[in-house]
């Protein structure tokens, strides 16, 4: 498959608590990006982070990136109900001819109150 | 400014049958790309059009196909459908060349029984 793998697949947590996802990939990127999708709707997109770059944040997120070891985690902090959906992470390919995301398949969290 | 406009929100059809659906970008936006989400393969990249040029293709028969018209308005086009084809499908608008941060619609859950 060409998709990337994330893990944990399902992750269910505490109002309040931190929680991280990590996805992996396959091939040199340009970037590196997040997406949120609340059940049977479309993808949100929550950050971007280049290949250059190392670490990113966004009010409670905190990306980071380590393209020697092509893997990237996504940390949200002080986690609500209402972040409760399916993070998938997604790479724009290096040699890619336009237009294409890979995605990975998705961890599902679940934040309870 | 809208948001990306995806119709119909929900379609069955039968085996055999083809199926045509229309993605609205946001106004501005010139790249407009499709995909396919399954619970089994997860989120597969179709193609990708961008000031009415296919620029990038997937893996998917060619029963699949697509186009885009002066308006950035896309459709695509699934003949001879199968059940394998049940999908939630998602289009994403983009305002530049580049793949980063793809706006998303809400999707078309077609059914095919």
């Known amino acids: 498959s060409q998709q990337g793998e994330e893990d944990p697949q399902a992750l269910s947590i505490q109002e309040g608590e931190n929680a991280t996802m990590n996805c992996s990939y396959k091939?040199?990127?340009?970037?590196l990006q997040w997406y949120r999708q609340n059940s049977g709707r479309g993808l949100v997109h929550l950050i971007l982070?280049?290949?250059?770059?190392r670490e990113k944040h966004s009010g409670r997120l905190r990306v980071t990136l380590d393209t020697s070891k092509k893997s990237s985690s996504l940390l949200i902090t002080a986690s609500r109900a209402a972040d409760t959906a399916s993070y998938f992470c997604?790479?724009?390919?290096?040699?890619?001819?336009?237009?294409?995301?890979?995605f990975g398949q998705g961890t599902e969290l679940s934040v309870k109150p | 400014k809208a948001g990306v406009t995806q119709t119909p929100r929900y379609l069955i059809k039968t085996r055999g049958q083809q199926v045509t659906l229309s993605c609205s970008p946001i106004?501005?936006?010139?790249?407009v790309s499709w995909y396919q989400q399954t619970p089994g393969q997860g989120l597969q990249f179709l193609f990708e059009?961008?000031?009415?040029?296919?620029?990038n293709k997937g893996n998917f028969p060619g029963r699949f196909s697509g186009r885009q018209f002066s308006n950035s308005r896309s459709e695509m086009n699934v003949s001879t459908l199968e059940l394998g084809d049940s999908a939630l499908y998602l289009c994403?608008?983009?305002?530049?060349?580049?793949?980063?941060?793809?706006?998303f619609g809400s999707g078309t859950q077609l059914s095919v029984l």
């Open positions: 997604a790479t724009d390919e290096i040699y890619n001819q336009g237009g294409k995301l890979i």
């Open positions: 106004s501005g936006h010139r790249s």
């Open positions: 994403a608008s983009s305002p530049r060349r580049f793949n980063e941060k793809l706006f």
């Open positions: 091939t040199s990127i340009n970037n």
């Open positions: 982070i280049r290949s250059n770059e």
């Open positions: 059009y961008f000031s009415e040029t296919q620029r």
